[in-house]
């Protein structure tokens, strides 16, 4: 596997995120995220100035991994590639940015649901699948059976990922990571509740452990 896929498995949980002021808040939160154990985060581009972010991130907080998500067009590759990111995640799977990606030498982890979607995936010769919108999508139950056919993809589910259901979701042996954003709500960031935000990944960290040394 991968080596930045590795290091994601590794943590267990990817944070979401969604910044509205990158400036004032981009290099806190990584510390923040760091402090609790989860030197990783998807900073999407449903916010102008995710570019920024990431790369603030990058400069000041070494240890951080940092990925673009939300990425819905090769122009935000190459954003987030010129920023620093070191991996892409897409909602969907859009088989032009995945070729890109593999040009430009970036990881990507591509939004699949569906049997046509994972069929698709396993004839880009991807290996790490967003599992997106999770829940909604049919969950862990849906995760499961999709594996029957395509043993050989590890997923990433986001998408009403919450601290009740992390650990049942990183039992299964499927799961590389989960992706959520309970642990950086808007709220979170915007009234800089730095501390809560490395309490909650300390208990993402604490439930990932307890789960995968029983699943
Ligand atoms: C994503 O893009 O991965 C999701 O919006 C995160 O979903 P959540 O907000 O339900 O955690």
Avoid at 26 to 43: H, Q, R, Y
Avoid at 101 to 112: E, P
Avoid at 132 to 144: H, M, N, T, V
Avoid at 193 to 212: G, H, M, N, P, Q
Wanted: aromatic content about 6%; some cysteine.
């Amino acid at each position: 596997m991968n080596i930045i896929s590795e290091k994601i498995m590794s943590i267990g949980v990817v944070p979401v995120i969604k910044l509205n002021n990158p400036e004032r808040d981009a290099v806190n939160l990584a510390k923040a995220l760091c402090d609790g154990g989860v030197p990783v985060a998807e900073v999407t581009f449903r916010a102008a100035g995710a570019d920024k972010a990431i790369k603030l991130m990058r400069e000041n907080v070494p240890e951080m991994l940092v990925g673009a998500g939300t990425v819905l067009t090769t122009e935000q590759v190459d954003k987030a590639i010129e920023a620093g990111a070191q991996f892409i995640v897409t909602p969907g799977l859009d088989e032009e940015i995945v070729k890109y990606c593999r040009s430009k030498d970036i990881i990507i982890y591509a939004g699949c649901t569906t049997p046509t979607d994972y069929h698709t995936a396993y004839r880009l010769g991807l290996e790490v699948l967003k599992f997106f919108p999770a829940e909604q999508s049919g969950g862990l139950a849906k995760i499961k059976a999709m594996s029957a056919p395509f043993p050989m993809f590890k997923v990433m589910p986001t998408g009403g990922i919450s601290l009740k259901n992390l650990g049942e979701y990183l039992s299964c042996p499927v799961i590389a990571a989960c992706g959520g954003s309970y642990m950086v709500t808007a709220d979170l960031i915007d009234n800089q509740k730095w501390d809560e935000i490395t309490e909650l990944c300390k208990k993402s960290v604490e439930i990932a452990k307890e789960a995968r040394n029983n699943g």
